[in-house]
């Protein structure tokens, strides 16, 4: 059944998929400003504007060079960067493990955080750790995390003369350095997405505590953990799941601006760098990359709930 | 608007019978005796609003409160630390940064609820009608929303301001895009479930059109949620904005605004002048925080039911 479940589901995902890899195509091709001049006035590669644009592909009719790049995507060709000529896949199989290294870990410190100081906020409702909880939620998610990435680098430099690691160190080379230098904004792009994630996980927590039968595993005498953690919790996280899922597109969004700040070299660097430089197949290919993977983790997750609620059955 | 919200809140306060008593009672005392009701039932989101009301009065008469022009080098002030003649300190081109806040707030101010009326005016309108007509119109257009919604929402708004390049309007018109697509999909939820109703369906067997009963049936229902979207809404669209301005894609310089206060040349120099690292920061952080608090009580006065939510 489950199986069915998820064809099924892959199946209504393809269309947005589809309408995705339209936005993906048309957005890059509406910037204004021309690749091709901005090419030709920084390198010299070809005599003129119309050999250059013939020779990137760039004077058909947008269609088919939509289709085109369609068909060879899904054979996993994603062409290659206008500026170094590389393959894009290439480039972005390079890059990928950085941003999702930090996007994971990321989530791994918010769910960390949100999800214990959830449940005691929840438990211990309108006291004094619930307020506190629940105000240091309100202020994590008020912060930006571009002004704590900044503080962070800036202030331990004037007071102690510690800077964070420029240059990026490679996990093979350097173990504990790469973990190092990946804590710092793992946590701080964690902060804002841990608040939201505890403040809905105590709420839906405090839904659940609210039922009658765990009105009735109190009179049977169960301890508050047992009651909480097992009645409670487990009936609360399928919203908290459902809601990491819709938040993970916004997770790698968010490398965007701590990529640039620590130097990381991810892929949501080279995508900004993309847009800036107007380097189509890149763009196009990123963002494609981006969304098949976000409608990927959305299957797992719908399927993450039938093994977490046996009531569940497709 | 935060003013409108308010006095929208009134009869949910319970001022309303109060005043049906003693109707020689003027407005504003109704108004005053409400406002007092919400401080006293909600004391974070009363102080919080206090602020929303400052940052306006900063954004209506930055000319009178910033001691300086927000572009002008104030002679032999260059990175000075806070002081009384400089409050907040100066930064590497010698202009007060107090004053550069005080208009930045202009910035933000004038994006936040920009973007929340069209925004929210776009969501509504798609809403409403995806929720009401439902069938194929609703399908197709679940699906765009659904395809825009897997994207990041950064990438999106970077690819859209890289189409229109920076500016105050193109800022405005990206955020909105996102604000739209998001609401949307609340006010749908929202609408379906007042479509269900018994009046809805009388008034159709009365004879009423599609265009009344939206507009006199389903809209006045489902303003509790439009309001309550609208406030939550805007602390994150201030958030987006400063990181928008942060990664230069935002309202171009000299002009401040609080995110590219923290950008750009002036970080080099941040090591030597940190006030110039803290307070553009503290500003942005407390403006969303008072939108947060504002809007979390005034949800909860509005509509209990969303509590948590």
Not at chain 1, 74 to 99: A, C, K
Not at chain 2, 97 to 125: E, H, M, N
Not at chain 2, 181 to 188: E, F
Request: glycine residues 8%; proline residues 5%; positive net charge.
């Amino acid at each position: 059944m489950l199986r069915r479940y998820l064809a099924k589901r892959l199946v209504v995902a393809i269309p947005s998929l589809l309408i995705a890899s339209l936005i993906v195509f048309t957005l890059p091709r509406l910037i204004p400003g021309d690749v091709v001049a901005m090419m030709l006035e920084e390198k010299a590669y070809a005599k003129d504007l119309e050999e250059l644009r013939a020779k990137l592909g760039l004077n058909r009719p947008i269609y088919v060079q939509y289709f085109e790049w369609l068909g060879r995507a899904v054979q996993g060709d994603l062409g290659e960067s206008l500026w170094t000529r590389r393959p894009v896949l290439e480039e972005i199989g390079q890059r990928l493990p950085i941003t999702l290294e930090l996007a994971v870990m990321a989530l791994v410190v918010a769910i960390v955080i949100a999800v214990p100081v959830g449940v005691i906020a929840a438990a211990r409702q309108d006291t004094v750790q619930d307020y506190t909880f629940r105000s240091a939620a309100i202020l994590g998610l008020s912060v930006p995390g571009f002004w704590l990435a900044t503080l962070v680098i800036v202030l331990p430099a004037i007071w102690w003369g510690w800077r964070p690691l420029t240059g990026y160190v490679e996990i093979g080379k350097d173990f504990r350095g790469h973990v190092i230098q990946m804590a710092l904004p793992a946590v701080i792009l964690g902060i804002a997405f841990a608040a939201a994630m505890m403040r809905l996980t105590r709420g839906m927590l405090l839904e659940v505590l609210r039922q009658d039968y765990v009105r009735t595993a109190w009179s049977k005498g169960l301890r508050e953990r047992v009651i909480v953690l097992k009645h409670g919790l487990r009936n609360a996280i399928i919203p908290v799941i459902t809601y990491i899922g819709t938040q993970l597109p916004q997770v790698i969004g968010g490398t965007v601006v701590i990529e640039t700040i620590f130097g990381l070299p991810g892929m949501s660097r080279f995508l900004f760098d993309a847009i800036n430089q107007r380097d189509y197949p890149v763009i196009q290919g990123v963002n494609l990359v981006v969304v098949s993977f976000i409608v990927a983790i959305n299957l797992a997750v719908d399927a993450l709930y039938a093994a977490l609620d046996p009531r569940i059955r497709y | 608007m935060a003013g409108n919200v308010v006095i929208q809140a009134e009869p949910a306060v319970g001022s309303g019978q109060a005043v049906a008593r003693k109707p020689e009672r003027s407005r504003g005392a109704a108004i005053s005796r409400a406002l007092w009701l919400f401080a006293r039932r909600k004391p974070i989101g009363a102080a919080s609003g206090v602020i929303v009301v400052a940052m306006l009065v900063m954004t209506l008469f930055a000319e009178r409160i910033a001691p300086y022009g927000y572009d002008e080098a104030v002679r032999g002030a260059r990175m000075k630390p806070p002081s009384a003649a400089h409050w907040l300190g100066t930064d590497n081109l010698s202009r007060d940064i107090w004053s550069r806040i005080v208009y930045g707030a202009r910035v933000s101010i004038t994006i936040g609820f920009a973007t929340i009326l069209l925004g929210t005016a776009a969501a509504a309108a798609l809403g409403v009608s995806s929720g009401y007509f439902g069938g194929k119109y609703d399908l197709v257009v679940q699906r765009i929303v659904d395809a825009w919604m897997s994207f990041p929402y950064l990438v999106i708004i970077l690819s859209v301001m890289a189409v229109l390049g920076p500016g105050l309007l193109n800022v405005i018109l990206s955020l909105s895009i996102i604000v739209a697509a998001n609401g949307s999909r609340v006010i749908r939820g929202a609408t379906i479930a007042v479509a269900q109703n018994a009046y809805v369906e009388a008034a159709r067997a009365m004879g009423c059109g599609h265009g009344r009963i939206v507009v006199r049936h389903i809209l006045p229902n489902v303003t509790a949620t439009i309001i309550i979207l609208a406030t939550i809404g805007l602390g994150a669209i201030i958030l987006a904005e400063s990181a928008l301005s942060f990664l230069g894609f935002g309202v171009p310089p000299p002009y401040p605004s609080w995110g590219s206060m923290l950008s750009g040349s002036g970080r080099t120099y941040m090591y030597r002048a940190p006030w110039m690292a803290v307070w553009p920061g503290v500003a942005i952080s407390l403006a969303v925080f008072a939108f947060n608090m504002l809007g979390d009580a005034l949800r909860d006065v509005l509509d209990p039911r969303l509590r948590g939510a």
